[in-house]
DNA sequence: TATGAATATGAATTCATATTCATATTTTAC
DNA sequence: GTAAAATATGAATATGAATTCATATTCATA
């Protein structure tokens, strides 16, 4: 940010900026996102974004700041230790059902992810926090099967995320299934998927 | 395009300026692939890519024309009669089969959409190709397992689409998985998720 | 209520890229 | 061999979006 707001207008300023932006990106994707249309949408001019953001980069950096901390959590809350003991129905319902509570209180964080392919910055954002996400799950699988080998695990998870990443995705586009729906097939397929791989090994 | 080649010359460039331009959207998208670096890589100027191509986005449009007659062969040779003695994995067998082979003969294709996202313009010219192979699919889906309601197959063919789309984008970006592990994978994602819906209503 | 700091504004500028155009060269046809 | 058509070139221009900046207004504080 080029400087923080002072005053109590400034702050709701930012906020509505932050608001609309995010609004914005979420529809047509970062790239194709004018600082025009934002700032239209903020009810504000253009000279009032730059007097806080230095840039349309520091706008989108802000935003990912605001939702980084609460992605965070979401992994984290989850015992990985608990995992031996529990049938993969239990590990996925454990790996889905706070992801499921995080899309659903940040519609906008998905949709900016998932209308933004295809942007350097917005890849460069989100590495680190798919990154965090990979190793997490991937401890997940390794606490949970551990006579698999963590190259096969890796394997799995990479295919698992890259199932529940495009169903996100669908879930944000279409309007034939909603996010419920979306989550309970997604279940259905990880559970289903995985359950032949950990029994033939576990045996 | 704005004017066909006449010459042998001319028709070569053609060829050599749309490789070039495939590459390049591979590469990088659509969006961010510049005229300059087509005609650069096509070792031309940007005025000979004018004397044939009307615009940026006729260089795209001719490229998905070169394409589309084999995308939709893909789907066309499938004889849906064939389906209702199948099983679940001949019949995932059958739509797969002919999709790998077609990707690993149009690598570019591929890669030109799976990078694209967030271009309206790919979005438009995807649209009747997805439509076309949505709807090919669904029939199949429908020959096969008739004793299912339309409406519950139309939901698990959009799951399995966006299984398929999603695990074709992984194949080109990863380093870690060849196209025919993900094939595998593929397959067994499909597979195990389809037989329990199958069998349920089956019996 | 006066003064400086904070905030607001949008026309002007910058900048990157698509597109055109005047001009040059090569090929074809007679 | 030569004129017309086809193709080639890249500097000039057009376009659209990000960013700046001179100027105006509002707010906090004394």
Known sequence: MRSEPKQKRGKQRVEIIL?????LFAEVGYD???????????????????????NKEGILRALVEKYVEDVSR????????????????????????????FI??????QAIFSNSTGSNLVEELMAPINGMWAQRT????????????????KKYNLICM??????????????????????????????????????EMGE
Chains 1, 2 share one sequence.
């Open 74 to 101: 979401v992994y984290t809350d989850i015992d990985a230790e608990a995992f031996p003991s529990m049938t993969v129905e239990e590990i996925m319902q454990a790996v889905l059902l706070p992801l499921k509570e």
């Open 104 to 109: 659903r209180e940040n519609r906008d964080f």
């Open 19 to 23: 608001n609309s932006a995010s609004e």
């Open 32 to 54: 194709n996102a004018t600082i025009i249309e934002i700032a239209a949408r903020a009810g504000t001019s253009v000279g009032s974004i730059y007097q806080f953001f230095s």
């Open 138 to 153: 991937n401890e997940i699988f390794i606490n949970a099967y551990p006579q698999i080998s963590p190259k096969e695990l």
């Open 162 to 199: 890259t199932v529940v990443k495009s169903l996100l995705g669908l879930a944000h586009h279409s309007d034939d299934i909603s996010l419920d729906e979306v989550f309970e097939e997604m279940q259905h397929v990880l559970v289903r998927y995985m359950t032949p791989v950990f029994e």
